[in-house]
C-alpha cells in the first residue's frame, strides 16, 4: 500500500510518500452509496417538497436504508429528525424499533426531550418498543447533558413505559455513568441495586473499569476483592481492564508485575491483553518495549489483530517516527489483514503531524479506493492540521466536501474552523466566523459561551453591527447570552469607573490600582466599553 522512499529529511522539506493503488487505473471511481443520495437529497429540500419525495412510490424505503440515512444526516440533527418524522407519515411504510432507537438518540443529543418522549410514546403505540436499548439511549444523553439524577430516573422508570428493568438494564445504566466519569454515583446505585438484580461478573467489571477510567486503581482493586469475596470469579475482561487501568494511571510497574501475576496464574491470556501492553507502554513513551511484546506475542501463539496494528502504529506515530509507522502498516498488509478506518486515520494524522499534508490527503483519497469510507475524525485531522499550518483556505475545502451528504461535520470541525478564522486577523474571514456559527447552531450544535462571544465582539470590532445582531438572536435563541450582559439589563445605572478599577484590582493580584497599572489597561478599558456598548444597543434592537 505504501512504498517509503528512503531520503534524508530535510529540514524545510518533510519526507516524502508515495502512495499507489491496489485498483486498476483504468477503473472509474466509486460511486457513493444510495444513503448518501439520499442524504444529500434530503439536505437541499424544504419541507414541503420533502414529503413529495419520500413519499414518492418509485422509491422502496427499509429499515435498513432508512438507518443508514439517519447515521448520514446524523450530524444535521434538524433535518435528520425532520426526514423521520416525515417519513412516518408514509402511506405503506412503518419505522422499525431500530430506526426510533436512532431518531431518540438524535433528539436526545438536540436535548429536545418533547420529540424524545413522544418517540418513545410511538414506539409503545405502535408495539415496537420501548425496548432496554431504547432507554440506555436515554440515560446516556441525559448524562452528556450533564443530568445524571435524571438517567437514573430513566431507569428506575422503565417499567412505567411497559419495559421492566433486568440486570442487563442495570449494568447498562451504571456502564452510562462509569463512562462520563460519573463512577462515584453508578457505585452508590450498585451498592442499593446489586441484591435486587443480583449482580454478575459483568456488573463488577463494569465498576472496576469505571475507577481505572478516572485513575482510582486502588479503589479498582477493592471491588475486585470485594467481587471475589462474593463468590464471582473474576474473568479474563476483568483482568485485562485492570491492566489497562494500571498503564492509563501511569503505574508501569504494577501493570507489568499485574501481567506476570496473570501469566503465574495460567490466565488464557489474549489478543486484548496483548494489544493493551502495546498500547499503553507505547503511550509512555517505552516504545522499545511495546514493539518487543508485539513481536513476542506470536511465539506465545497469539496472533496480533487490526486493532493491535492500530496499536502500535498510532504509538509509532506518536512517540517514534511515521516512517516507521509506515513500515509497520506495509507489513501488516502484506500479511492480509484488512486496515480499517482506525488504521487510516491514525496513519493520517501521523503523517499530517509530521508535515506529510500531500500524503496525508492521497491517503484520504485511498481510503474510498480500498471501500474504507473517510470519517468525520478523518476530515477534522485534515482540517485542523491545514489550520495549524496556516493553509485556511485549504481547510475551508476540505470542509465543503463535507457538506454534500457523505460525511457532515460535527461540533469539533465548527469548532477547529471558527477558531482558525482568528489567526490572519482579517475582516473578512470573521464574516465566515459568524456563517460558520449560524450553520452549526442550525445544524442543533450549541456552541459554547466562549465561541458565541468570540465571533460576536470580532464583528463588532469590525463593523459588522447587522451580522452581529444576525449572531446576538442566535445567542439568545440558544440561551447562551453573555453574562455580562444580562447584568447590564437587571442594573440599569452600572458604574463603569467601580467595575473597571475592581477589573484592575483583580488583575494587579487585589493590590489596588496604581498609575502604571491604569496606563496599561487603559486601551483595554475603551475596548470593553465600546463592546459591551454595542452590544447593549443590539440587545435593546432584538427584545
Not at 470485594?226 to 475482561?237: A, H, K, N, T, Y
Not at 503505574?251 to 501469566?263: D, G, L, P, T
Request: proline share 5%; aromatic share 10%.
Amino acid at each position: 500500500m505504501f512504498t517509503l522512499l528512503r531520503t534524508a529529511p530535510s529540514p524545510k522539506h518533510p519526507t516524502t510518500f508515495s502512495i499507489p493503488s491496489h485498483h486498476n487505473l483504468t477503473t472509474s471511481p466509486p460511486q457513493p452509496p444510495q444513503d448518501a443520495a439520499f442524504a444529500a437529497l434530503i439536505l437541499k429540500s424544504d419541507p414541503q417538497s420533502l414529503t413529495r419525495i419520500l413519499h414518492d412510490p418509485n422509491i422502496h424505503w427499509t429499515p435498513d436504508s432508512v438507518n443508514k440515512t439517519l447515521k448520514r444526516l446524523w450530524n444535521h440533527g434538524p433535518k435528520a429528525l425532520l426526514f423521520f418524522k416525515t417519513l412516518d407519515r408514509h402511506p405503506t411504510y412503518t419505522h422499525s424499533s431500530s430506526s426510533y432507537d436512532h431518531a431518540v438518540d438524535i433528539a436526545g443529543r438536540l436535548r429536545d426531550y418533547k420529540s424524545l418522549w413522544a418517540f418513545v410514546a410511538r414506539m409503545r403505540a405502535l408495539r415496537v418498543g420501548p425496548a432496554p436499548r431504547t432507554f440506555a439511549i436515554i440515560a446516556e444523553r441525559y448524562v452528556a447533558a450533564g443530568k445524571p439524577d435524571r438517567a437514573v430516573k430513566v431507569f428506575l422508570s422503565m417499567h412505567e413505559h411497559g419495559c421492566p428493568q433486568d440486570l442487563n438494564s442495570f449494568n447498562t445504566v451504571i456502564d452510562v455513568l462509569c463512562k462520563a466519569k460519573r463512577v462515584e454515583k453508578a457505585y452508590n446505585l450498585f451498592k442499593v441495586f446489586r441484591g435486587r438484580f443480583r449482580a454478575d461478573c459483568v456488573s463488577y467489571n463494569v465498576i472496576v473499569n469505571g475507577w481505572c477510567l478516572i485513575k482510582r486503581t486502588p479503589k479498582a482493586l477493592e471491588v475486585l476483592r470485594e467481587m471475589v469475596e462474593r463468590g464471582i470469579e473474576p474473568s479474563l475482561v476483568t483482568y485485562n481492564i485492570m491492566l489497562k487501568g494500571y498503564l492509563r494511571a501511569g503505574q508501569v510497574k504494577e501493570a507489568w508485575e499485574f501481567f506476570r501475576e496473570m501469566k503465574r496464574r495460567k490466565c488464557e491470556i489474549d489478543v486484548v491483553t496483548y494489544t493493551t501492553l502495546v498500547h499503553g507502554f507505547g503511550v509512555l513513551g517505552e516504545i522499545k518495549k511495546a514493539r518487543k511484546i508485539f513481536d513476542g506475542m506470536v511465539e506465545e501463539g497469539v496472533l496480533p489483530s487490526v486493532a493491535t496494528y492500530n496499536a502500535l502504529i498510532q504509538v509509532l506515530c506518536k512517540k517514534d517516527s511515521v516512517e516507521n509507522a509506515v513500515v509497520v502498516f506495509e507489513e501488516m498488509v502484506s500479511k492480509g489483514y484488512v486496515p480499517n478506518v482506525t488504521t487510516y486515520n491514525v496513519l493520517v494524522r501521523g503523517l499530517c503531524h509530521a508535515g506529510n499534508m500531500d500524503s496525508g490527503m492521497e491517503l484520504m483519497e485511498r481510503m474510498k479506493d480500498d471501500d474504507c469510507e473517510p470519517n468525520v475524525q478523518t476530515y477534522n485531522v485534515v482540517i485542523r492540521y491545514f489550520c495549524d499550518d496556516g493553509q485556511i483556505d485549504k481547510a475551508l475545502d476540505v470542509f465543503e466536501k463535507m457538506g454534500k451528504g457523505e460525511c457532515l461535520p460535527n461540533l469539533d470541525t465548527y469548532n477547529v474552523l471558527i477558531s482558525a478564522m482568528f489567526v490572519r486577523k482579517k475582516p473578512e474571514d470573521l464574516l465566515v466566523a459568524g456563517k460558520l456559527l449560524i450553520e452549526m447552531v442550525d445544524r442543533g450544535f450549541l456552541p459554547r459561551k466562549y465561541t458565541f462571544n468570540k465571533v460576536l465582539d470580532g464583528l463588532l470590532l469590525t463593523g459588522n453591527q447587522g451580522f452581529a445582531k444576525e449572531i446576538l438572536r442566535s445567542q439568545s435563541r440558544c440561551g447562551r447570552l453573555p453574562r455580562q450582559l444580562l447584568l447590564l439589563l437587571l442594573v440599569s445605572n452600572w458604574n463603569v469607573a467601580t467595575t473597571y478599577r475592581e477589573m484592575l484590582r483583580e488583575a494587579n493580584g487585589g493590590r489596588g490600582c496604581t498609575y502604571s497599572l491604569f496606563r496599561c489597561n487603559f486601551a483595554r478599558l475603551v475596548g470593553v466599553l465600546v463592546v459591551v456598548k454595542l452590544k447593549v444597543s443590539l440587545i435593546e434592537l432584538t427584545s
